[in-house]
């Protein structure tokens, strides 16, 4: 028999396009948010890009609005002031990956004690679908109409195997939000991020690949199978650090 | 009882005393013994430092705890403000306070590292993107350098805006005596900032928001002036200048009234706002000012420009402008310039 799931409390009706993955972050985040006790006490530094729209789709809660790429560094600041807070950061992939870059990498060196959620659908979604650094070869954006030329802008960048990398931090994971199995393990992937700051004050980051049907120019079911097909050629699914926990 | 201490050290107590409770920076002279003093006096008063990766990190550190309830300060000098500008237009777009310091080099790009005044437009008019202003206090003592560190904090708050101390390399590395005032706390909340709902931090959807910035900026504009008169009464040239520059003004009034000649000094303290009720304050007499500045351009000269037009009785008084680059100017070349505008080998500064 079906079983209705309850509603996280935070959750409410969003305005991401149909077929975004932004919308399915934000409901698993909110259900670790109950199950974790958290949903009174969180900060959230919200990125520049379709990740500033995490205003609309929660009821209350407390968030800050970062600068294009800055959100960790903020998060660190909010951090020092309220250890007792969860302070995560909620960004994409050309805010996190590109423009930020430094400050994520720099989050993870220090292994700051909060908790980056990177939101990977592989192109500018907000401003219409531009070309990011995790384009994939050939993949067409509005500034890469011929598709992306790995000879003249490189290949798809992976920060977070960088990240895995650096001693200081403790869990590294990417998940994609395009299947059940996929969305069940997304959100173990949060929960464990998350409940490594709370319990030992420890530097996690997990990637979630997106669906973008939208700037892809795909119909959504189109697009959950693009990332099975090729996104994960590049950006394999799976925790790459932290594993033994 | 007075302590013998350097600029940038004394900034950096002032900081401290004033209740800075989380200090973020990078490395640039010549501020770097800001940081480095409070590397150890932080951590040794339960405190918190952190070198970050950047300027803009450091700003942005700054920007994420203060919202969150900590009283702040960062440091830097010229180019590295100019990286945390983004941060400070931030800051200014939702009402953040917020306290940091530019030890100021001279010159663009990456300048010479001793001293001068070159930032002294940039700063005054933002920065950033938008139009928004930051109350900027310029010592020009040590003593000055820790008390305009102490009270910022409090003057920030009252505005909930950003607060500059806008120094120089030499005010930075010089040492005199100073008197150490009592601490403040360390924390303080402000409405709206502690724990409270997404709506409220994002104060720029409100459809008010930008009569509100600059009502905002029309009333700090009118209550935060600040300027010293020194020898202004029958002056008829009035310097004008502020920083290192104003003390060796300072001396050339001393020097020209000892020749009988009718000279005052008219010190800017806020840069901004910039002290036009200093102007109303000053004798009908005056017919010439010099702006004495450490910079290649006059900058200081276009706000003496606007306050000339503001202030009517004189609408019709001369403006020159002595800009001696790097190094402030001696008390000799001041006089040299005075001389050479009353034997009207001068010409005006626009």
């Known amino acids: ?70 959100a960790p560094t903020i998060a660190r600041g909010v951090k020092l002031a309220r250890p007792e807070t969860l302070v995560f950061t909620y960004q994409g992939d050309g805010d996190a990956y590109v423009i930020g870059l430094s400050e994520t990498l720099n989050a993870a060196h220090f292994g700051a004690p909060i908790t980056t959620f990177v939101i990977n659908n592989n192109n500018y979604g907000m401003t219409g679908g531009q070309m990011s650094w995790t384009t994939l070869p050939g993949q067409k954006t509005t500034t890469s109409p011929g598709g992306r030329n790995p000879e003249q802008t490189g290949l798809p960048i992976d920060p977070l195997q960088m990240a895995a990398r650096f001693d200081a931090v403790a869990y590294a994971a990417r998940g994609a939000l395009n299947s059940p199995r996929n969305i069940n393990m997304a959100k173990k992937y949060i929960r464990k991020a998350i409940e490594l700051q709370i319990r030992d004050g420890k530097y996690a980051i997990v990637e979630l690949l997106s669906p973008c049907p939208t700037d892809w120019n795909m119909a959504p079911v189109k697009a959950i199978e693009w990332i099975d097909q090729e996104v994960t050629k590049y950006y394999p699914l799976g925790e790459f650090k932290g594993t033994e926990e | 009882m007075k302590k013998l201490m350097k600029g940038n050290e004394a900034l950096a107590e002032g900081a401290v005393r004033g209740g800075a409770m989380l200090f973020a920076g990078y490395p640039i002279t010549p501020q770097s013994e800001v940081m480095e003093y409070l590397s150890w006096r932080m951590p040794e008063l339960g405190r918190f430092f952190q070198q970050t990766e950047s300027e803009t990190a450091a700003m942005f550190t700054v920007y994420g705890a203060r919202q969150a309830g900590m009283r ?22 939702k009402s953040i306070p917020g306290v940091f310091a530019n030890v100021q080099r001279c010159g663009p790009g990456l300048g010479f590292a001793l001293e001068g005044q070159g930032d002294y437009l940039r ?61 403040k706390p360390t924390a303080r909340a402000i409405d709206g900032m502690d724990g409270v709902p997404a709506e409220v931090l994002l104060d720029h959807e409100n459809p008010n928001f930008v009569k509100n910035l600059g009502d905002k900026i029309a009333a700090m504009e009118e209550a935060e002036q600040r300027w010293e008169l020194y020898r202004c009464e029958d002056a008829e040239t009035i310097f004008v200048a502020f920083g290192l520059p104003s003390r060796t003004s300072r001396g050339a009034v001393d020097k020209l009234r000892e020749n009988g000649e009718k000279v005052g ?26 702006t004495v500045e450490s910079c290649v351009a006059g900058q200081v000269l276009e706000d003496v420009l606007i306050a000339t037009k503001r202030v009517t009785k004189f609408h019709d008084a001369k403006v020159y402008g002595l800009y001696s680059g790097a190094v402030a100017a001696k008390v000799g070349q001041i006089m040299e310039k005075y001389y050479a505008v009353q034997n009207g080998n001068c010409k005006e500064g626009f």
Request: overall charge negative.
């Open chain 1, 1 to 70: 028999m079906a079983v209705a799931k309850k509603r996280p409390t935070l959750t409410k009706d969003h305005g991401f396009c149909a077929g975004c993955g932004h919308g399915l972050f934000i409901r698993l985040l909110h259900e670790v948010l109950d199950e974790t006790g958290y949903a009174g006490n969180f900060i959230c530094v919200d990125g520049v890009g379709c990740s500033s729209n995490y205003f609309m789709a929660t009821t209350k809660g407390s968030a800050i609005e970062s600068h294009h790429g800055k």
């Open chain 2, 72 to 93: 702040t300060f960062t440091s830097s000098s010229a180019v590295g403000i100019s990286l945390m500008q983004e941060a400070i237009s931030g800051m200014c777009a």
């Open chain 2, 123 to 183: 700063d005054t008019r933002g920065g950033g993107n938008g139009d928004y202003r930051v109350i900027i206090l310029a010592p020009n003592s040590v003593q000055e350098m820790m008390d305009f560190a102490y009270e910022a904090f409090e003057l920030s708050e009252k505005w909930r805006n950003p607060v500059e101390i806008l120094s120089e390399g030499k005010i930075g590395q010089m040492m005199e005596p100073v008197e150490l005032p009592e601490f």
């Open chain 2, 265 to 290: 000094l008219l010190r800017v303290i806020s840069a901004w706002p910039f002290p036009r009720k200093g102007f109303e304050a000053l004798p009908d007499t005056v017919r010439n000012f010099i």
